[in-house]
């Protein structure tokens, strides 16, 4: 199972980015999704999950009503539409997997199974 993070960059303070993250071996349709993030020097945190159904999808406080997680099942592919960005979203940003038949969002990082790369994300003020 692979999972590829891409989109990441600089932005300016209030702009916007797209992450993607792109699956293979993975039988996407039964997974949970998550994307995480880990700011210099402090853990990685939560950010937002999406279930099989993609009708359920929890967000972290400090991104909630700015960012959304979306998924399409036929490109095995989960986004993260990031818009009002600040200086404190900068991270690396981690897409994760959950092989799972449930109705399950999954909101700890030891709960998944499989980790993409990471994609930079820097927010200038």
């Known amino acids: 199972v692979q999972l590829q993070a891409s989109g990441g960059g600089s932005v300016q303070s209030g702009g916007s980015l797209r992450l993607s993250c792109t699956t293979s071996?993975?039988?996407?349709?039964?997974?949970?999704l998550g994307w995480f993030r880990q700011a210099p020097g402090k853990e990685r945190e939560f950010v937002a999950s999406i279930s099989r159904s993609g009708k359920t999808t929890p967000y972290s406080d400090s991104v909630k009503g700015r960012f959304t997680i979306s998924r399409d099942n036929a490109k095995n592919t989960v986004y993260l539409q990031m818009n009002a960005l600040k200086p404190e979203d900068t991270a690396v940003y981690y897409c994760?997997?959950?092989?799972?038949?449930?109705?399950?969002?999954?909101?700890?990082?030891?709960?998944?199974?499989?980790w993409g790369q990471g994609t930079l994300v820097t927010v200038s003020s």
């Open positions: 994760a997997a959950k092989s799972t038949i449930l109705t399950y969002f999954p909101m700890r990082a030891e709960e998944y199974d499989y």
């Open positions: 071996g993975l039988t996407f349709s039964r997974a949970a």
